[in-house]
């Protein structure tokens, strides 16, 4: 089953809001491909959990993909990829992706160097049995619709526009034109880094907008992400996954940027690191 809202278990267990662990998590992003006859999930994962890494390695737990359309079906995750044929499953409707971690023995927690201090007197005295969750992973949810569900901007060059650039919410990107290809910085090293002030600048504007777009009722100044339907508008819908998927709560106009900050690797830091090698190099 999809775990949708955090599930009460009688032991730790690693999931995308858990206060079980310390500095741990377990991400998922997917991206579908399709042919005649087959959907491809190319499924991508962090763990940052050396408990449950170590668990994997030795063969004492495994990672189960989890697939909920009209009903649920599992896998057992050996590849990078999962191949499901179209007649097993719709995706016309919202789809449910999820990455589980289920033990196959039975598992002391005893050695488990990773959890909150509220273990720490008795977690010699925590064991769970053969098959029992040990992860569950934050939910990606697919649309058949979707050409990329990961791809949420797109750069394009116009040397006609009537600015330096210009920033554009198509139904499925955040379209970035610049009049000039010079600035996007090529052929200088870290140029993705460099590129990071426009990334920053287009997600203030598609936030904004879901803001707009997705507040219950007019007037209302917030949106709790967890109470909200996925929403129709594709790039409304890859925002959404991805606020879900860094477990993002709340959005309204005061906290933009708190949730590019969550949602994004550090990418202000990664442009100030690139700024910052461009000017030692320069002296």
């Known amino acids: 089953m999809i775990y949708k809202k955090e599930a009460n278990f009688p032991y730790p267990v690693l999931t995308p809001g858990t206060n079980s662990y310390k500095d741990c998590y377990f991400d998922l992003n997917i991206e579908l491909k399709d042919d005649a006859e087959s959907y491809r999930f190319y499924v991508n994962y962090e763990l ?14 495994e990672i189960i993909f989890v697939v909920q359309s009209k009903d649920n079906k599992f896998f057992k995750l050996d590849n990078k990829y999962i191949d499901i044929k179209k007649t097993r499953i719709s995706l016309s409707k919202r789809t449910s992706v999820q990455l589980l971690i289920k033990a ?42 979707l050409k990329d569900p990961l791809k949420i901007f797109e750069k394009k060059h116009d040397p006609d526009l009537k600015s330096d650039i210009k920033f554009h919410l198509s139904k499925e990107t955040i379209v970035i034109t610049f009049k000039k290809s010079e600035y996007q910085f090529p052929g200088i090293r870290n140029k993705e880094q460099l590129n990071n002030a426009y990334i920053y600048m287009g997600l203030q504007r598609a936030l904004t907008k879901f803001l707009q777009s997705n507040v219950k009722e007019k007037g209302d ?4 992400i967890n109470e909200i339907d996925p929403p129709e508008n594709l790039l409304d819908l890859k925002l959404y996954n991805l606020m879900k998927s860094k477990t993002v709560e709340i959005l309204n106009s005061d906290n933009i940027d708190e949730v590019i900050y969550k949602i994004t690797d550090r990418m202000i830091e990664k442009y100030y690191t690139a700024v910052k090698e461009l000017s030692s190099d320069g002296n």
Do not use: M, P, Q
């Open 221 to 224: 100044e917030y949106i709790d």
């Open 104 to 145: 196959v023995h039975d598992i002391s927690f005893a050695l488990n160097n990773e959890l909150s201090e509220f273990y720490s007197e008795f977690k010699e005295e925590i064991e769970v049995d053969k098959n029992s969750v040990l992860a569950f992973s934050n939910i990606c949810i697919l649309d058949g619709r």
């Open 48 to 61: 940052e959990c050396d408990f449950l890494n170590t668990l994997l390695e030795e063969k004492k737990a």
